[in-house]
């Protein structure tokens, strides 16, 4: 299984984007998944995740009330949904599985924001 993190950009300040994270099975294997993200000189930090059948989610709270995470388990995809960005937001970000006894991770996908 592997999965592919898309839908990274430029933007401006204010703006939104989507990011995608499909995998190449199925995503029902995967408890939770998560989108995490690392800035320059930063260290990789959770950003929002969600459990299995959008159960429960969770979120950082410099993102709370902006992004929306989700997921289709029909599409074997994770979404994340960034709005009111921030050049602060600026990182990139990458797609999480959880699995035992190895995770899977995404290779990331850049997101700029500009100010």
């Known amino acids: 299984v592997q999965l592919q993190a898309s839908g990274g950009g430029l933007v401006q300040a204010g703006g939104s984007l989507r990011l995608s994270c499909t995998s190449s099975g199925s995503i029902l294997i995967f408890s939770p998944m998560a989108w995490y993200r690392q800035a320059p000189g930063k260290q990789r930090e959770l950003v929002a995740s969600?459990?299995?059948?959008?159960?429960?989610?969770t979120y950082v709270d410099s993102v709370k009330g902006r992004f929306t995470i989700s997921r289709s388990d029909a599409k074997n995809t994770m979404y994340l949904q960034m709005n009111s960005l921030k050049p602060e937001d600026t990182a990139v970000y990458f797609c999480?599985?959880?699995?035992?006894?190895?995770?899977?991770w995404g290779q990331g996908t850049l997101v700029t924001v500009s100010s």
């Open positions: 969600i459990t299995e059948e959008g159960g429960m989610t």
């Open positions: 999480y599985g959880g699995f035992k006894p190895e995770p899977f």
